[in-house]
């Protein structure tokens, strides 16, 4: 199965990504590394160095794409009450 996952680098991302591997799935990964780690990173996926936000860049990676796990995310989003 091909899975295809946003936000890879961070921790739940790279655990997810191992066990993905792990149970043999072909894993796509995209990932601005803003807030992951570089090292978190699992050689057998393959990684692209994108911002999910640049949708033109993005959009043709998700082509034979089985399912997406979207995993990033800004965590300094601010409130206001």
Do not use: Q
């Not at 921790?11 to 990504?17: P, R, Y």
């Not at 090292?39 to 692209?48: D, G, Q, S």
């Amino acid at each position: 199965m091909k899975i295809l996952i946003t936000g890879r680098a961070g921790f739940i991302g790279s655990n997810l990504i191992d066990k993905l591997i792990d149970e043999e799935h072909k894993v796509f990964v995209i990932d601005n590394l803003s807030t992951g780690k570089k090292e978190n990173l699992n050689k057998k996926a393959i990684f692209y160095k994108a911002d999910i936000c640049d949708l033109n860049k993005i959009l043709p990676l998700f082509k034979g794409i089985d399912y997406v796990f979207h995993l990033a995310a800004n965590p300094r989003v601010i409130f206001f009450c």
